[in-house]
């Protein structure tokens, strides 16, 4: 059986073709730069590599160029859309609806469209990724995989904000979360490496990518997270501000910035950017730093300090944890940032082996000394292996899982 998985951006789709159960990648790829002068496709498949440069003006146009090279007789893999049985999409925002994935169906979408109020930069992208599925693979059945579900065993005094309690009711108010697929995905390879069932874990899982969060997970179920009401909360991230006294936002108001300004603000020149006034990606930081560049070694410093302090909170209210888990593009390959972030972490039982962790980019690994009583594993990231999982499990059994 073939499972398409489709994760589509305001700028952005990725897709990965697979053979399912076993998850064997038949091709995936990336149209990039959507709505800008040029755009591009990259397709992988057979080990061979097919480039397209064109303008595509939206997502539902990326859509038709990704199917469209799907079937091609030189680059695709597949010779008709009737092979592809299931799509599986990445879906940002659930609201409260949906604490795990589901089926597709006309409620789903209209739910996911009523949601977009909340992830207004990305349920659009998400629906018009369905919807082209839908107009070009009518037979085919589709899931919704929600970023929001993971976090739905969020207790209430851990998902509520200290506000008046009518802006709740009135707007849904409450911390969300976001990142659930990929907590979810790499809390249960960490309880498969440790012999352990996927309901008896207690970790806190840190996704350090362009946008970092860290969750804790109790039994195998999140019971925290660091993003909010939506993804600017927590850590600091590539560009954006993570946890701020919202006061700063009051003051810079009455100096004169507006809403736009302060969003823009937040969202897009903070974090690694904002301090560092240079760059938001850590490769370069790294760089700088190590040529004396203070701001760059500031930026390193406070991200790393903060995520730190998240994790030393979540071992706090976890009680027992059994490991800590680094994941997204930073925690998979930044050495040293993993190092300085756990140091001094012993008192929690957390305990680094450097040697170890030197060795690690960009795969599965162990980095804890072997007298750590909490273990330290890099686990890549694969939000889209879960997804197809989810579409697998969906589409077989016709009952929607308890994929919390
Ligand atoms: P996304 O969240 O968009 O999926 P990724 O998880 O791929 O992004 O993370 C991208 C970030 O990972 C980059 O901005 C960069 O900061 C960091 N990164 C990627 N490769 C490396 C590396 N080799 N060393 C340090 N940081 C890296």
């Known amino acids: 059986m073939k499972v398409l998985v489709i994760n589509a951006g305001s700028s952005s789709v990725k897709y990965h073709l697979y053979n399912m159960p076993q998850a064997e990648v038949l091709a995936h790829g990336v149209v990039e730069r959507i709505g800008e002068e040029s755009s591009n496709l990259s397709h992988f498949f057979n080990g061979k590599t097919h480039t397209v440069q064109r303008k595509v003006e939206d997502v539902g146009e990326g859509m038709e160029l990704i199917l469209d090279t ?83 065993t969020i207790p209430k005094a851990a998902y509520m904000y200290a506000l008046p309690y009518e802006l709740y009711e009135k707007y849904g108010i409450r911390r969300y979360g976001f990142h659930g697929i990929s907590h979810r995905y790499v809390a249960r390879r960490a309880a498969s490496i440790m012999g352990r069932g996927k309901y008896n874990i207690n970790a806190v899982t840190c996704h350090l990518g362009n946008g970092c969060s860290i969750t804790a997970v109790k039994q195998g179920r999140s019971i925290d997270t660091s993003m909010g009401f939506t993804p600017l909360e927590g850590v600091p991230m590539g560009t954006r501000s993570g946890d701020l006294d919202p006061s700063i936002l009051f003051y810079l108001g009455d100096k004169g910035y507006d809403v736009k300004a302060l969003k ?141």
Request: proline letters at 3%; a negative charge.
């Open 70 to 152: 799907l079937v091609r007789t030189d680059v695709g893999v597949i010779q008709d859309f009737s092979e592809i049985n299931a799509v599986g999409h990445r879906v940002v925002h659930g609201g409260e609806e949906f604490t795990y994935s589901v089926n597709i169906d006309e409620k789903v979408i209209a739910s996911i469209e009523k949601y977009a109020d909340l992830a207004p930069l990305h349920n659009p992208p998400n629906l018009a990724g369905i919807r082209a599925i839908g107009r070009r693979l009518p037979d085919a059945k589709q899931v919704a995989c929600f970023d929001t579900a993971f976090h739905s």
């Open 264 to 404: 823009e603000l937040c969202n897009k020149k903070s974090g690694l950017l904002g301090i560092s006034g240079v760059s938001n990606d850590v490769r370069n930081l790294v760089e700088l730093s190590d040529q004396g560049d203070p701001r760059a070694q500031l930026a390193i410093d406070i991200f790393c300090y903060r995520i730190k302090k998240y994790i030393g909170v979540y071992c706090a209210v976890l009680d027992t944890v059994n490991a800590v888990v680094f994941t997204g593009g930073i925690g998979e390959n930044a050495v040293f940032l993993r190092q300085q972030i756990c140091t001094g972490l012993n008192q929690v039982g957390i305990q680094l082996d450097e040697e170890k962790n030197k060795m690690v980019v960009a795969k599965e690994a162990e980095i804890s000394t072997d007298g750590s009583r909490v273990k330290v594993f890099v686990i890549p990231a694969n939000e889209q292996v879960a997804i197809a999982n989810d579409t697998y499990e969906l589409t077989r059994c016709e009952q929607p899982i308890v994929s919390k």
